[in-house]
């Protein structure tokens, strides 16, 4: 079946201090066009920064991603 190709992907990352945090997750949708190939598309998106006595500074970057996997 076609729909068998297409596969849902979340990936994170994330850390926290006393100093600040920054988050950094993935949505994207794979396709397996054939078997040691896979595309991916998604949106992407990186947040962090800091807030103490000396710096306050954060950041909300969003992206569009696109890659090949290629498993050997």
Same mark, same amino acid.
Do not use: C
């Given at each position: &079946?076609?729909? %068998? =190709?297409?596969?849902?992907? /979340?990936? @994170? %990352?994330?850390?926290?201090?006393? *100093?600040? =945090?920054?988050?950094? +997750? +993935?949505?994207? /949708? &794979? #396709? $397996?066009?054939? *078997? ?7 949106? =992407?998106?990186?947040?962090? @920064?800091?807030? %103490?006595? $000396?710096? #306050?500074?954060?950041?909300? /970057? ?11």
């Amino acid at each position: &079946m076609p729909w %068998n =190709r297409f596969r849902f992907l /979340i990936e @994170g %990352n994330a850390l926290a201090a006393s *100093q600040g =945090r920054a988050e950094d +997750l +993935l949505f994207a /949708i &794979m #396709y $397996k066009p054939v *078997q040691n190939l896979s595309l991916k598309a998604g949106y =992407r998106f990186l947040e962090g @920064g800091a807030d %103490n006595d $000396k710096v #306050y500074t954060f950041a909300f /970057i969003h992206y569009i991603v696109a890659g090949v996997v290629l498993s050997l």
